[in-house]
């Protein structure tokens, strides 16, 4: 257990947040009189360097502290690729899709999918996305923050989440997204900081990069600091998993994922809009170095007998229980006072990522549902709407702690999910912008199809582990649904073909070049200046990985 000065700084940390969050979103409220859109989207104010930290902080959460360091310990560097291939998609949205969300002016992605195609593919996605908000967005991250909480201070898991929960709903509630997104930068650094800060220790106590490969140079393990792994490895994530299955998940996650992308749809123009997404694009260069290496230190440590993992459990074959690594490396890497600031870190991730789901939600629920239904519905009704949506949304987080607790790996256990549900949404947004005969028809139907085929499939892996589906690794699983769902769409725009409106027919690509000839900012602002450079680093990384 910890002492009363990290207890202490944790607390006067969380209070400190929920001042800001309820000082910004109340005086912002009174100089816009409350408007939805200002509540929502901010009143589409926001700056590059505001929307790259809050896009980092909705990405990084608790979950991503805990789990990348456990993938670390048990398997090296390989969960890496779900940071660095981020980069790619990153730059999708910034050339591909930031364009058409702001010139069609929506506030959410269900509303520009009926814009493109119908009411139909609005209200599946609305229904889609409001549930893996839930799940992927809160709960998994809840459940991450309890362990912490729980094996830091022996608080009760249930009990101190339902507070920080609460805490973080007020500000969010009260404030809209920009109380979140200013929020979220302050937690974005101090996250960042606080990873810094564990990654030097695990590096210092080991003796250096050369220590730490000496030791798998020895163990035999090596192959721990290859990004790109062979075909059979044990990880079940070979090299051609990674690069067909991640582009299905991350073009989803990353460019059709109302929590993500919401921060880009509050931006002040397009530009800020493009260089935003961009500017996290580089900050997910830092996670594989800062989240998932000191893992792989911890596991060096411990090899040597320099980290005490007996708390954890390790069975006779010498086999850790490593959902707990994180934690351990903070209580006996640090002193104290350090170890405060790092749990202030660790509520950070938990924070944002919680605030930003529920302001996404709040959003859905009153443009997608409330004023569908009630066209005539006034501003105050919209947010008060979207209020009650946050708190129920939250109810529903919490009560799937118990079962989602189940998975051995929190990180594995998302992205598990995500793999399900991403192929069919990810279709069609990529047909849509990119292939003018995608129809209204053949969008609905392969929404319907390819997540019923989602679920099925979901379902045949953890009941029958054994069969050909059960042995398939989820990221190939996700290529194979998404192609599935490719020709369902292909199918379908043939057989219904497609009849645009006149705002439909502005929304995808007339040629492949044209997302490169929007206005720019001149010298090293340029988007385009940006991409390639972003491009160029990961490719230089994969080499030296690989």
């Not at 310990?73 to 999708?92: K, P, Q, R, S, V």
């Not at 707990?324 to 490396?329: C, E, F, R, V």
């Not at 640090?334 to 302001?359: D, F, T, Y």
């Not at 009941?463 to 379908?492: K, N, R, S």
């Amino acid at each position: 257990m910890l002492g009363s000065l990290d207890l202490s700084i944790a607390i006067i940390y969380i209070l400190l947040i929920l001042a800001v969050g309820v000082w910004a979103g109340v005086s912002h409220k009174l100089e816009n009189k409350g408007s939805a859109s200002d509540y929502f989207l901010a009143g589409k104010s926001l700056k590059w360097p505001a929307i790259g930290l809050a896009l980092f902080a909705t990405n990084i959460s608790t979950v991503h502290l805990v789990s990348l360091a456990q993938s670390g310990f048990d398997t090296g560097l390989l969960n890496g690729n779900f940071e660095w291939m981020a980069a790619f998609t990153l730059i999708l949205l910034a050339l591909f899709f930031v364009p058409f969300y702001l010139k069609s002016g929506v506030s959410t992605l269900p509303d520009f999918l009926e814009r493109r195609y119908d009411k139909a593919s609005r209200e599946w996605l609305t229904m889609i996305s409001i549930v893996s908000a839930i799940v992927i967005h809160i709960a998994f991250s809840m459940l991450a923050g309890g362990i912490v909480l729980k094996t830091l201070f022996g608080f009760d898991m249930y009990l101190s989440i339902t507070v920080i929960c609460i805490i973080t709903g007020i500000y969010t509630i009260l404030g809209g997204l920009r109380a979140v997104v200013i929020t979220e930068s302050i937690q974005t650094i101090v996250l960042l900081a606080g990873a810094f800060i564990i990654s030097f220790a695990a590096y210092d106590k080991m003796g250096g990069w050369v220590s730490m490969k000496d030791v798998l140079v020895d163990e035999g393990q090596l192959e721990r600091l290859s990004m790109l792994r062979p075909h059979g490895d044990s990880s079940g994530m070979p090299w051609y998993a990674v690069i067909l299955g991640y582009p299905i998940l991350g073009i989803w996650y990353w460019c059709a994922d109302q929590t993500i992308v919401q921060r880009v749809l509050g931006a002040k123009d397009e530009n800020h809009g493009r260089v935003g997404a961009l500017f996290c694009g580089f900050i997910k260069i830092l996670p594989v170095f800062i989240f998932v290496l000191p893992g792989l230190f911890a596991y060096t440590l411990f090899k040597t007998g320099q980290l005490d993992l007996t708390s954890l459990g390790v069975d006779v074959a010498g086999n850790v229980n490593s959902k707990g690594i994180y934690t351990l490396m903070i209580t006996q890497l640090l002193p104290s006072g350090l170890i405060g600031v790092l749990v202030a870190a660790l509520l950070s991730g938990l924070m944002s990522q919680i605030s930003g789901a529920l302001n996404s939600i709040s959003t859905m629920v009153s443009y997608d549902i409330y004023k569908q239904k009630r066209p005539q519905a006034t501003d105050r009704q919209l947010i008060t709407a979207g209020k009650i949506s946050a708190v129920v949304a939250m109810a529903f987080s919490l009560a799937l702690l118990p079962l989602l607790d189940k998975y051995e790996s929190i990180f594995n256990g998302i992205n598990d999910v995500i793999a399900h549900i991403a192929p069919p949404i990810t279709c069609v947004f990529i047909l849509g912008i990119f292939w003018k005969k995608a129809s209204a028809a053949s969008s609905k139907w392969t929404l319907w199809i390819g997540s019923a085929l989602g679920v099925i499939v979901f379902i045949a892996n953890k009941l029958f582990p054994e069969t050909w589906i059960g042995q398939v690794p989820f990221m190939v699983m996700a290529f194979y649904l998404f192609i599935i769902c490719v020709l369902i769409q292909i199918i379908f725009s043939y057989r219904f073909p497609v009849q645009h409106t006149a705002e439909s027919k502005e929304l995808y690509w007339k040629n492949p070049l044209e997302p490169l000839r929007g206005e720019a900012w001149k010298g090293f602002g340029n988007y385009k200046v940006l991409s390639g450079i972003l491009l160029l680093i990961v490719v230089v990384l994969y080499g030296i990985f690989i």
